[in-house]
């Protein structure tokens, strides 16, 4: 018992237990943090502690700063951010967010938070910050959810308004203020938290599928087609490409982004990961509803009505949306990969990661550069079986199927 009371967490409670009032509250513990709780049951204030996780206090180099937030995302939370300065001080500064980005200061915020000088402190083995904040209504329906995160980088600043750097550690947490307050109870982790600070199997599915899609299917897809029609006037690229693109590609896309809209905390709404994400789902339903009318109803018409074939702007329009995919999609995966999953978990991802992303874009780029390089002998090839001179080279059985380019090229035909 003694040797709670020279816990930080002792220390404030008897402190508070001298004013002669009666509190209330919780200690909740994860792998990243311990957060106490305690609300005051006369007028309401509550009181929050955070320090290091169980039986891990956590010295001054370790704490760039520690915030919580009240709610269960950034956005909108009002947020109570902490961190110890190099004279000894600490600053609290008490900002909101408009979504996953840098929380702005909030000059007079709805609920002003007092930091306890005497009850806080960070020295070289150990970190405890302790506010005080007026009630809340949440607070007084025994249910109270917050966010934390920390971060290892100091602000280096002791202005309340000083930037600071993303967090790496962070997870939610929900508080029953009116529990009757038991430090043991905490201690021994009866605690409902959750730490997002490693990744779930929904962020990995939704990785795989995003990566499967942008740095694999997409690309691809969009190669078959500029280096086969320079080659060969057989229309098999046409089945490739639709599937690699219009099958494979788009369910990518889509089972990505559910996974997303199903999974994900939407304080990642603001995020240009997020946008990217968005803007890449609805051009890819597009492009995939243009491909098949360009490629596909186009030529049942022409085939139909026996016009001459001619590539017409829509062939135009689907390439460059089609680019113009390819270039979101690796936009979205190097946000995905090196701004969202860092600033979200503790591992960021190595450098072999940033090569594999770097290769995986260059090849595929470099490849339909060159490609480009054929269009003249595409156009050759195709002109030449306009005028007969080359026999369509499909067989019969692939004929039978699908519109072949050679019938609706020949004039025999
Ligand atoms: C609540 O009561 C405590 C003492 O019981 C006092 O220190 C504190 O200032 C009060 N807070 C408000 C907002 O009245
Ligand atoms: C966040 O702060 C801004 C600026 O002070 C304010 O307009 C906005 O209403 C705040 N949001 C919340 C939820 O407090
Ligand atoms: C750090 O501060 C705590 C609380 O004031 C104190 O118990 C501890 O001895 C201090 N540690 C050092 C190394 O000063
Ligand atoms: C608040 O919630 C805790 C934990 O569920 C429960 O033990 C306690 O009785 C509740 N208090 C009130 C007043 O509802």
New binding site residues.
């Given amino acids: 018992m003694r040797g709670l009371l020279y816990t930080s967490l002792g220390l404030v409670v008897s402190a508070l237990n001298v ?3 009666s509190f209330t509250g919780q200690k909740q513990c994860d792998s990243n943090i311990c957060i106490t709780g305690l609300r ?1 049951s ?4 509550q009181t929050w502690t955070l320090a290091g996780p169980e039986g891990k206090d956590l010295g001054s180099s370790q704490v760039g700063w520690m915030a919580i937030g009240f709610g269960t995302k950034m956005a909108n939370s009002q947020m109570v951010i902490l961190w110890p300065n190099s004279d000894g001080s600490i600053t609290m500064s008490q900002r909101n967010a408009t979504g996953h980005n840098m929380p702005k200061v909030v000059q007079s915020p709805p609920r002003a938070a007092n930091l306890m000088k005497s009850e806080s402190f960070s020295n070289s083995t150990s970190t405890s910050f302790t506010f ?1 904040i ?2 809340s209504s949440d607070s007084d329906a025994n249910n109270t959810q917050l966010i934390y995160a920390m971060s290892d980088h100091n602000p280096g600043s002791s202005s309340p308004s000083a930037n600071i750097v993303q967090h790496n550690k962070n997870g939610n947490m929900q508080f029953n203020l009116l529990a009757t307050y038991n430090p043991n109870e905490g201690n021994s982790g009866s605690s409902s938290s959750s730490s997002s600070s490693s990744p779930s199997t929904a962020v990995y599915a939704h990785a795989a599928f995003g990566a499967l899609a942008a740095m694999l299917f997409l690309p691809l897809g969009a190669l078959v087609p500029r280096w086969a029609r320079a080659f060969t006037v057989k229309r098999w690229w046409f089945p490739a490409h639709g599937a690699l693109n219009g099958i494979l590609g788009l369910t990518c896309v889509v089972v990505a982004f559910a996974i997303a809209a199903a999974s994900f905390d939407d304080g990642v709404l603001g995020s240009t990961h997020t946008k990217c994400g968005l803007a890449l789902l609805i051009l890819v339903i597009f492009q995939s509803l243009l491909g098949s009318a360009t490629h596909w109803l186009k030529h049942r018409l022409i085939e139909k009505s026996k016009i001459a074939w001619r590539r017409g702007p829509l062939n135009f329009v689907h390439m460059i949306t089609g680019i113009a995919i390819i270039a979101l999609g690796w936009v979205t995966v190097y946000q995905g990969l090196f701004s969202m999953w860092s600033s979200s978990y503790d591992s960021a991802p190595g450098n072999g990661w940033k090569i594999a992303f770097w290769v995986l874009m260059a090849v595929p780029a470099a490849l339909y550069v060159i490609g480009l390089a054929f269009i003249p002998r595409q156009l050759k090839l195709e002109h030449e079986l306009h005028n007969g001179t080359t026999k369509e080279i499909g067989t019969p059985t692939e004929e039978k199927g699908r519109t072949s380019i050679g019938r609706r090229f020949s004039p025999a035909a």
């Fill in positions: 004013a002669g009032s005051d006369s007028n309401g204030t005080t007026p009630s």
